[in-house]
């Protein structure tokens, strides 16, 4: 209800109502965004972290402020009314340009400087991230990119790293987890070992195979050799175990045995092929990061970096959903991915291509 007096008054000329052409904040935009795209108050108010009545009042004085009805209680929460509606979609295109803004800052501002610390499994680390990173510090050039990669998680909460990605959840309450992809993983093995030996097609001819395992702290599933083999000695059948992925790799490159590996392993230059068995393992990539660090630039910039690099739209070997490597876009399997491992797939270029496993570029098998 308006004021006796501001009845029958054009919107634009009433006392409460927003000048026609005065700026509107942003804040309560984006409050209401959220609402929106949640369809409930305390929904929303959960995700941005204030109280279901400060957001009810907020969106209240935005609504006094535009002279519109923005949103209707329902039993089942909210909805946008027909005028919100029309706002919601200008809201929208706001944030996209806002966020145009940052991207465009993200590109040209050198003045983010100090040192972030990264923790990370060592296969992701070695074989997807720093070729990557080395893109990023370029950007970012007053930073310092601390890595540490190892199979062992880190304690955020003990300030041992400023973000970590790890492939177990953690359980602290007052940690940050964001799942940012999937990593599924399934038989490989080098070219040459498959025309020494023959293609497994079942799990019964894979018993008459060696393989390759791995034994670390965040691939026990994987590796729960146990529960996927059960009754069979492992001298005899695993032709080399070890604790790191690229040991792991290597093994199964320099054709010692099948083993389990990522997906995309192809994609990015490993000369390895992909073996069709009943033998497929995924698992949450989680990205970890204590809320008040999120709050400083430099580790902002990269927690941002990292999400993108897991994009599962960009890179579809993170999807939830198994995709077989045969089925990646080709434009991603190729050049475009691959080249940023040169130095990966040249030291595997010819592993494993040969029958005795070594390459002309590397006569002495090393």
């Known amino acids: 209800m308006y004021p006796q007096r501001e009845r029958g008054v054009p919107p634009g000329e009433r006392g409460g109502a927003v000048a026609a052409h005065a700026a509107i904040d942003w804040e309560p935009i984006r409050l209401f965004l959220e609402v929106a795209r949640r369809g409930s108050f305390r929904s929303a108010a959960d995700a941005l972290g204030m109280s279901v009545n400060v957001l009810r009042r907020r969106i209240g004085e935005l609504e006094s402020a535009l002279d519109i009805k923005l949103l209707t209680r329902h039993v089942d929460g909210v909805r946008t009314t027909e005028e919100g509606k029309r706002i919601l979609a200008a ?27 990264l923790a990370i499994t060592e296969g992701l680390g070695a074989f997807w991230i720093v070729p990557r990173l080395v893109e990023f510090q370029r950007r970012n050039p007053g930073l310092l990119v601390d890595i540490s990669c190892a199979m062992k998680s880190a304690d955020v909460l003990r300030m041992e790293a400023d973000v970590a990605i790890q492939l177990t959840r953690p359980t602290a309450k007052d940690l940050k987890v964001v799942k940012i992809g999937r990593l599924h993983v399934m038989p490989f093995a080098a070219p040459a070992y498959l025309d020494r030996h023959g293609t497994p097609a079942t799990f019964e001819e894979l018993l008459k195979h060696k393989i390759v395992l791995q034994l670390a702290d965040q691939v026990a599933d994987f590796a729960d050799y146990d529960r996927i083999f059960p009754g069979i000695p492992q001298p005899g059948f695993v032709a080399i175990r070890s604790n790191v992925s690229s040991t792991h790799y290597w093994a199964i490159a320099r054709g010692a045995g099948l083993g389990l590996l990522p997906t995309y392993a192809q994609a990015i230059g490993a000369r390895v092929v992909p073996v069709d068995l009943p033998l497929r393992m995924q698992c949450d990539i989680c990205l970890t990061y204590h809320p008040d660090a999120a709050k400083i630039a430099r580790v902002r910039r990269l927690i941002d970096w990292m999400i993108a690099a897991f994009d599962p739209d960009r890179f579809p070997w993170f999807r939830d959903d198994f995709i077989h490597p045969r089925d990646f876009p080709a434009d991603l399997a190729g050049a475009p991915v691959a080249s940023l491992f040169e130095g990966f797939a040249g030291m595997g270029g010819g592993v494993g291509g040969t029958p005795d496993g070594a390459s002309s570029a590397d006569p002495f098998g090393l």
């Open 91 to 117: 809201a929208q295109r706001m944030e996209q340009a806002s966020f145009g803004v940052l991207r465009e800052r993200d590109q040209i501002d050198p003045a983010i400087t100090g040192e972030v610390r």
